[in-house]
């Protein structure tokens, strides 16, 4: 699966293992920018190779629109798109953000 703009991801690997993101930008074929708009700020997103991510199919409709249009994004509006589209996917991989 190929990433997308505003998806909902989760770490797989790393020291961040388990820890959701959203997809801020996409660097290359092989890595993304993610944000969690906490640990990880809008401003200082972390590079992650997309093998160590797993994909979710939960994309954040209004941040993928946003980061389309290059509207820059609020850490406010990442951490609310993963309290309110990640609690299915939080509760189902078991995913915590501390």
């Known amino acids: ?7 909902l991801v989760v770490s797989a690997a790393g020291r961040d293992r388990g820890r959701c993101y959203i997809v801020a930008r996409i660097l290359d074929d092989t890595t993304v920018a993610v944000t969690d708009g906490a640990y990880r700020p809008v401003s200082k997103p972390k590079k992650k190779n997309v093998r160590h991510l797993m994909m ?3 994309i954040a409709s209004s941040l ?3 980061l389309l249009q290059g509207i820059a994004i609020t850490n406010e509006e990442v951490r609310e798109a993963l309290k309110i589209n990640g ?3 939080l509760e189902r991989t078991d995913c915590s953000n501390g």
Do not use: D, N
Request: no cysteine; proline share 6%; charged share 45%.
């Open 56 to 58: 979710t199919r939960t």
């Open 1 to 7: 699966m190929e990433p997308r703009l505003g998806q």
């Open 87 to 89: 609690k299915a996917e």
């Open 64 to 66: 993928s629109e946003k």
